[in-house]
């Protein structure tokens, strides 16, 4: 299985458009520090690629991977299709991005596919620009990522009931955001990848026992970073993001598994985005990694 990290950065990405926090200012000094939204890319057995994630950053996440170039044909795309784990602006904005696209496949569950098109009308602003097919990310069981082809394996993990701010009053549902399991039976590996995770239920823990890597979300360093650098009155729970630190800290569960682990989804105000942060220290001493754009994993 083959992976690639096109962005790692929470909503408003590093730098944010319109934030002078020490983070953004620092990604403006020294453009390496820059991080794009969160995302990946999933290569299937037939060589072609499904994004997880449509992100604001969308476009140039596939122009700058040359494995995600268009050709040899004028219009012809090795990108098979989206998968999403919620519906949050971050991870869907990206669709109408790809509005030129002769059809999209977009996979996702069934609330946030409701969102989309009850909320957002993805499918009547979309409809004249290109043909949008929507299949379902199974929450039990596994689907083939690829239809036609024996191959990757994907399942949505429950991870969070938080609705997106556009969609507050909508229906409860356990679905919402997702851990996507991505298994590949050739290799036999599995990846867990859970941008957002706002708890850490038993069946998310038996999920990330079997993987080989997990990734997961690392908003924030520790619950209280979003009101102490004012960027909200919520906590980071309150905000459904499990911070990294602390009684409720995800470091710890990480650091006794098995599986290679990395943070991705980092807000412009966690510490980890200065490279030179001690905090990096202290997971570098759990065997915790910090992903970063451009990281390929093989599994
Ligand atoms: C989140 O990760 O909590 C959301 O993307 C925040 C937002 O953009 O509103
Ligand atoms: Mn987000
Ligand atoms: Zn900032």
């Known amino acids: 299985?083959?992976?690639?990290?096109?962005?790692?950065?929470?909503?408003?990405?590093?730098?944010?458009?319109?934030?002078?926090?020490?983070?953004?200012?620092?990604?403006?000094?020294?453009?390496?520090?820059?991080?794009?939204?969160?995302?990946?890319?999933?290569?299937?057995?037939?060589?072609?690629?499904?994004?997880?994630?449509?992100?604001?950053?969308?476009?140039?996440?596939?122009?700058?991977?040359?494995?995600?170039?268009?050709?040899?044909?004028?219009?012809?795309?090795?990108?098979?299709?989206?998968v999403l784990t919620d519906a949050e602006l971050d991870h869907t904005l990206g669709i109408a991005r790809l509005r030129e696209a002769d059809s999209l496949q977009v996979i996702a569950t069934a609330p946030v596919r409701q969102a989309l098109l009850e909320r957002l009308?993805?499918?009547?602003?979309?409809?004249?620009?290109?043909?949008?097919?929507?299949?379902?990310?199974?929450?039990?069981?596994?689907?083939?990522?690829?239809?036609?082809?024996p191959g990757l394996q994907i399942s949505g993990i429950p991870v969070s009931g938080k609705r997106p701010r556009y969609a507050a009053d909508a229906p409860d549902d356990d679905a919402w955001v997702v851990a996507l399991r991505l298994y590949d039976p050739a290799s036999g590996t599995t990846a867990l990848?859970?941008?957002?995770?706002?708890?850490?239920?038993?069946?998310?823990?038996?999920?990330?026992?079997?993987?080989?890597?997990?990734?997961?979300?690392g908003t924030f360093w520790d619950?209280?970073?979003?009101?102490?650098?004012?960027?909200?009155?919520?906590?980071?729970?309150?905000?459904?993001?499990?911070?990294?630190?602390?009684?409720?800290?995800?470091?710890?569960?990480?650091a006794r598994l098995s599986a290679r682990c990395l943070y991705t989804h980092l807000n412009n105000t966690n510490p980890l985005v200065d490279p030179a942060a001690p905090e990096h220290k202290r997971l570098a001493r759990l065997g915790v990694?910090?992903?970063?754009d451009g990281m390929e994993i093989e599994l």
């Open 193 to 217: 990848y859970a941008p957002a995770l706002a708890a850490w239920p038993d069946h998310f823990q038996q999920a990330a026992a079997e993987a080989d890597c997990v990734i997961v979300d």
């Open 223 to 254: 619950d209280d970073e979003p009101r102490r650098t004012g960027i909200s009155d919520r906590t980071a729970t309150g905000m459904g993001h499990l911070p990294i630190e602390g009684p409720d800290g995800t470091a710890e569960r990480l």
């Open 289 to 292: 990694e910090v992903a970063s």
């Open 121 to 149: 009308h993805l499918d009547d602003v979309l409809a004249p620009y290109t043909s949008v097919t929507w299949r379902p990310l199974p929450r039990r069981g596994a689907a083939l990522l690829h239809r036609g082809t």
């Open 1 to 82: 299985m083959l992976l690639l990290v096109l962005g790692t950065a929470a909503g408003g990405g590093i730098p944010q458009w319109n934030c002078a926090c020490p983070g953004c200012s620092g990604a403006r000094a020294h453009p390496r520090r820059r991080r794009r939204h969160a995302s990946l890319a999933v290569r299937t057995d037939d060589g072609r690629w499904y994004i997880v994630n449509a992100t604001p950053d969308i476009a140039d996440q596939i122009e700058g991977r040359p494995e995600l170039h268009p050709g040899p044909g004028p219009r012809q795309t090795p990108v098979a299709g989206l």
